[in-house]
């Protein structure tokens, strides 16, 4: 799934959280200005789609692009990739009720992982994100000429 880039003005970027910095990548005025966002929801579905093919590693490792990485850079991803989605458990953490019950040939209780849950509508999030959608006149988004790198990534 690939969700587009959008454009946050820098009272929306203040509200997220985020300031404005040499290193905030930007549009061009003649691309509407603003700075450069997504949502974050496509990327933790990327890394447990990576998790999860790198469960069977045999089938993917010949035709996934990721596997074919150094190994070191692969690993620094799947570690990303987990601690990414760490983040977001504990920080939605799900206080649906497990309850258990006696199953013929268990002699432990079993649990019922089928609870109820309150969820956003998925294709409504997908509309809105493309729906906001940033187009770039040139195809990909350029360095203006007055940024500053980042000594390493955030």
């Excluded at 799934?1 to 040499?22: C, F, H, I, N, Y």
């Excluded at 933790?44 to 789609?49: A, G, I, K, T, V």
């Excluded at 596997?67 to 799900?94: G, K, T, W, Y």
Aim: proline share 6%; charged share 25%.
């Amino acid at each position: 799934m690939t969700v587009a880039g959008m454009r946050l003005t820098l009272a929306q970027l203040l509200a997220v959280g985020k300031e404005d910095s040499p290193s905030k990548v930007k549009f061009t005025e003649e691309d509407g200005g603003g700075y450069l966002a997504t949502l974050e929801f496509p990327h933790q579905l990327h890394c447990l789609d990576l998790l999860r093919k790198y469960t069977y590693h045999e089938y993917y490792e010949k035709s996934d692009p990721y596997f074919q990485e150094r190994p070191e850079i692969f690993r620094a991803h799947l570690d990303h990739c987990v601690e990414i989605l760490r983040q977001n458990l504990m920080c939605s953490a799900d206080v649906g009720m497990i309850t258990f019950e006696w199953v013929s040939g268990h002699d432990d209780p079993y649990p019922d992982f089928n609870t109820k849950h309150r969820c956003r509508v998925f294709e409504k999030l997908l509309a809105w994100a493309a729906d906001n959608a940033v187009q770039v006149r040139q195809g990909r988004v350029s360095r203006l000429g007055n940024e500053i790198d980042l000594p390493e990534p955030p």
